[in-house]
């Protein structure tokens, strides 16, 4: 893994436990995965706040009930995977 070194100030109890379950030449690669997921979800909770109020029931009539909405999911997850399946080598 190439990239930058910083120095982050741990807990004591979160350096021990770090220290006791992950082995040693993998805890650079654990936090930095733990923090990308952690971003990952930071940017999503960001995104879901900066669109809060653009979802109008009323212009959508369709999705009323919880299983209007998982019926609507799951024909957009199924055309996302065959659109994946038509791009992917």
């Known amino acids: 893994m190439s990239g930058e070194r910083t120095n982050v100030i741990f807990p004591h109890e979160v350096l ?3 220290r006791e379950l992950v082995p040693k030449r993998q805890r650079s690669r ?3 995965e733990s ?3 952690h971003l990952s979800r ?3 909770q960001r995104a879901a ?3 809060a109020g653009a979802w109008k ?3 959508h009539p369709e999705l009323t009930t919880l299983e209007d909405v998982h019926r609507f999911l799951s024909k ?3 055309k996302g995977r065959k659109r994946l ?3 992917r080598p």
């Open 16 to 18: 021990k436990e770090l």
């Open 30 to 32: 654990f936090i930095v």
């Open 35 to 37: 923090t990308k997921e």
């Open 42 to 44: 930071l940017r999503f």
């Open 49 to 51: 706040q900066e669109a």
């Open 57 to 59: 029931a009323e212009d």
């Open 76 to 78: 957009t997850q199924k």
């Open 85 to 87: 399946e038509r791009i």
